[in-house]
């Protein structure tokens, strides 16, 4: 069954440092998502992406996290300095429509932990 | 507005029957989800719903959805430990393709 790929599952980063969070969607997936987990809360949407362009962010999305697809199959999301509030689970997602039919497809999560 | 209540834990013994309870505010979801999470793995999807259907069995799972309170359940038949999980209701909506999570339900399955 086709998988969302995401590395490294553990990252610790020190406060103020940038961090790539790394993704490969399923092949012929066209929506991307981000999604993040604050230990023991809930599971919050970041920012979806289509055609190349963010098409929605939340709030929590500010001008501190970029998305980027640099190839036919990575996608990344980018913390340019971190806090330690980063710390949290993030999930990538795809999905091959606009998630209505059937939800998405997650990967096992990037577990970031900033000190 | 958008939000996702669920109650925070179920404690049933194995061979019962799980119920996890969710409720919605947003009258414009058009499918709503179940997601499993086991400890230190990724959000698995196990059934959803469209808004126009009451109803959805599939093996020992079923969703109920009351649409005019905006109640959803899943009930889950002969609860094994394995099922020991925290499950995540979800919605989305027609004019938006994200997610929106309740907290999550921690289902304790004593042996």
């Known amino acids: 069954e086709p998988e969302v790929t995401q590395t490294p599952s553990h990252q610790v980063t020190q406060m103020g440092q940038e961090v790539i969070l790394r993704c490969v969607p399923i092949s012929n997936h066209l929506y991307f998502y981000w999604y993040r987990q604050i230990l023991g809360q809930k599971v919050e949407f970041l920012v979806s992406f289509y055609n190349n362009e963010i098409s929605e962010k939340s709030e929590i999305f500010d001008d501190q996290f970029s998305v980027e697809r640099p190839d036919g199959s990575n996608f990344t999301l980018k913390i340019r300095s971190t806090k330690l509030e980063d710390s949290a689970m993030y999930f990538c997602a795809s999905s091959d429509s606009r998630g209505n039919n059937y939800g998405y497809t997650f990967g096992s999560g990037t577990r970031l932990t900033v000190v | ?111």
């Open chain 2, 1 to 111: 507005g958008e939000d996702v209540e669920q109650s925070l834990f179920l404690s049933v013994r194995e061979g019962d029957s799980s119920v996890i309870n969710c409720t919605y505010t947003d009258s414009s979801s058009t499918y709503l989800y179940w997601y499993k999470q086991e400890p230190g793995a990724g959000l698995q999807l196990l059934t959803y719903i469209f808004s126009n259907m009451d109803m959805k069995q599939d093996q020992r799972l079923t969703v109920l959805l009351n649409k005019k309170d905006k109640h959803l359940s899943l009930r889950i038949a002969d609860t094994q430990t394995g099922d020991s999980a925290i499950y995540f209701c979800a919605e989305s909506r027609l004019s938006g393709n994200k997610l929106v999570f309740g907290a999550g339900t921690i289902l304790r399955v004593k042996s």
